[in-house]
Nanobody, 126 residues
Framework: QVQLVESGGGLVQPGGSLRLSCAAS????????MGWFRQAPGKEREFVTA????????SYAASVKGRFTISRDNAKNTFYLQMSDLKFEDTAVYYC???????????????????WGQGTQVTVSS
């Protein structure tokens, strides 16, 4: 089992920045990918970004590319989502997730991930 705890959400003005953290504990050694998803009110949960455990590969949704950055600190079993130039449409509950190797399943698919955090609210408002 892997437990994930997110932190860092909050209220920010358009154009502002936030950094989300996801601390993992438990049997993390089998994990190969870490990702962030988000769910806005009335919408389905969508992929935001992902990074491999080695850090050698990252992927971003087109809507956040150039504004968001994913990173990880394996020594701390923590990964991060740095969000900049936030827009109203970034308002959502953000979830972190980790998954093991799963051939044929891309990192943008929710089916790739085995464990999920509880979510943290990010609200972009003036």
């Amino acid at each position: 089992q892997v437990q994930l705890v997110e932190s860092g959400g909050g209220l920010v003005q358009p154009g502002g920045s936030l950094r989300l953290s996801c601390a993992a504990s438990g049997r993390t050694f089998g994990s190969s990918v870490m990702g962030w998803f988000r769910q806005a009110p009335g919408k389905e949960r969508e992929f935001v970004t992902a990074i491999t455990w080695s850090g050698g590969f990252t992927s971003y949704a087109a809507s956040v590319k150039g504004r968001f950055t994913i990173s990880r600190d394996n020594a701390k079993n923590t990964f991060y989502l740095q969000m900049s130039d936030l827009k109203f449409e970034d308002t959502a509950v953000y979830y972190c997730a980790v998954g093991g190797p799963r051939p044929g399943v891309g990192v943008a698919s929710q089916n790739r991930y085995d464990y999920w955090g509880q979510g943290t609210q990010v609200t972009v408002s003036s």
